[in-house]
């Protein structure tokens, strides 16, 4: 499954027990829409990983939509992984805080990721 625009797209895997989300461009105003719906798209699955690797600005727009995806993921029971942000990302994950409440972590094979 797959999300495209000139300034930004989303592509979709899904696994037993892991969905993967790769995020590639820009989040913010103009884009939180498409990024929004490609996360509630995602289906329920124990972890959500979200590959943050190619996406270049992470704006309050994407940040709230971070935040509102990690609350409906958990109300389902599961785990909104961040993975591999892009320096100016994690900087702003870490400015807001939400290095705090979600993990952040460097790619790993899905194995490692499914909650025991």
Do not use: K, N, Y
């Amino acid at each position: 499954m797959e999300q495209r625009s000139d300034r930004f797209h989303v592509e979709i895997s899904v696994a037993d027990h892991v969905v993967d989300v790769r995020a590639v461009g820009e989040i913010d105003i103009a884009t939180v829409g498409s990024f929004r719906a490609a996360l509630w798209a995602a289906p329920a699955r124990p972890v959500l990983r979200l590959d943050l690797s190619g996406v270049r600005l992470l704006s309050a727009a994407g940040v709230r939509a971070l935040v509102a995806a990690h609350l409906r993921v958990r109300a389902r029971g599961g785990e909104l992984v961040l993975v591999d942000p892009d320096p100016v990302v994690g900087r702003v994950l870490r400015a807001t805080g939400l290095h705090r409440v979600m993990p952040v972590r460097e790619s790993a094979p899905a194995a490692e990721l499914v909650p025991a």
